[in-house]
């Protein structure tokens, strides 16, 4: 049976966030935070240095393997507590439902944009953006601390930008059954969400779903 990968990127009012956050406190707590350092951790942040990402890094040959061994450390170092799947749901109808300025929504059959884009961005980059592999839930303030590092994530020159859309051009090739993905909008749709919400004064949330 396919399955679809979601990865939603929309804003909220700092009203709904408290209002998931007391809803769900420990779904809530967890979201987006990275796991504690650990022989194990320190064994999945290995596998978030994808090879040939970087200026002047390009020489050592990617292989599926180093793919598939990263989409597994994705998955372990998510939120996976109990009441993760009906607190994502819950901010999933909260978020605007139509794209725009104020939501970013990537389908990815058989796949995970979120997952692609951090392994086209490398381990430096992805631990800029907000939250964790494209989970996160951020009151007003904190989207607005959170702006600058992701600008310096995903903002990207020319040359540096190529090279990141490759990488994430051979993780979908790789893990995901969608030929087609915009994977343009992979890297601007999350960053115009984020400055949307920090121009308007509003909350954002990063969710990732599979149906």
């Not at 200026?55 to 180093?66: Q, S, Y």
């Not at 984020?194 to 969710?207: D, E, I, M, P, Q």
Request: with cysteine.
């Amino acid at each position: 049976m396919s399955v679809m990968g979601v990865w939603v990127v929309g804003v909220l009012d700092d009203t709904a966030v408290e209002e998931a956050r007391r809803r769900f406190p420990d779904a809530a707590g967890a979201h987006g935070v990275w796991p504690e350092p650990s022989a194990e951790t320190s064994r999945w942040r290995e596998r978030f240095e994808p090879a040939g990402t970087f200026e002047g890094a390009g020489g050592r040959p990617w292989c599926t393997d180093e793919i598939v061994r990263f989409a597994d450390a994705v998955d372990r170092v998510r939120n996976d507590g109990s009441e993760v799947d009906e607190f994502q749901e819950h901010l999933l109808h909260v978020v605007p439902q139509q794209e725009g300025e104020g939501l970013f929504c990537a389908g990815v059959p058989r796949g995970d944009g979120a997952a692609a884009l951090t392994w086209g961005l490398g381990l430096d980059a992805t631990l800029r953006l907000p939250g964790c592999c494209g989970q996160f839930l951020f009151d007003a303030a904190q989207v607005r601390a959170a702006l600058p590092a992701a600008e310096q994530a995903l903002d990207l020159h020319p040359l540096r930008r190529a090279r990141v859309a490759a990488r994430i051009r051979l993780w979908l090739d790789e893990m995901a059954d969608d030929p087609n993905r915009d994977v343009d909008e992979l890297i601007d749709g999350p960053l115009r969400v984020l400055r949307h919400a920090a121009c308007t004064g509003v909350g954002a949330a990063g969710l990732t779903l599979w149906y």
